[in-house]
């Protein structure tokens, strides 16, 4: 009985990390998609556009990986898995870093300027 609620777990555990990975790819295509448009449009925005979409796709990554940690079985599992967990923080860190140094280097627009660059 426990055998079978266990494998039942780690089933449902791989198809949440799956759902997370793929949304992180889904995240990632669209927003590569958007910016291919934006460039075409001539938007100024588009590096900050495409960081934000990269950030987002990370953490639904990210994610993934700390609900893989609940399965785990082995100490050079949790070693890689910690060590990837810390490489994609860190790369979240500096894309937020990246963000907010770019938002700052925009200029300022008026309201309705803003409304016609995101139409």
């Known amino acids: 009985m426990f055998e079978q609620i266990k494998a039942i777990f780690e089933q ?3 198809y949440g990390v799956l759902l997370f990975e793929f ?3 889904a995240v990632l295509f669209v927003t590569v998609v958007k910016c291919i448009l934006a460039l075409i449009r001539r938007n100024i925005n588009v590096r900050l556009i495409l960081a934000q979409g990269i ?3 990370l953490e639904f990554k990210l994610g993934g990986e700390v609900l893989r940690t609940v399965i785990v ?3 050079n599992e949790l070693l890689i ?3 990837v967990i ?3 923080g ?3 860190f500096l894309i937020h ?3 907010k140094n770019e938002e700052a280097r925009l200029p300022e627009r008026e309201p309705e300027q803003e409304q016609e660059l995101e139409a």
Do not use: F, K, M, P
Request: proline share 0%; net charge negative.
């Open 86 to 88: 810390a490489l994609r």
């Open 12 to 14: 449902i555990v791989d």
């Open 55 to 57: 950030a987002l796709a």
């Open 97 to 99: 870093w990246e963000i």
């Open 23 to 25: 949304i992180g790819v």
């Open 81 to 83: 898995l910690g060590a």
């Open 90 to 92: 860190a790369l979240t």
């Open 73 to 75: 079985r082995e100490w």
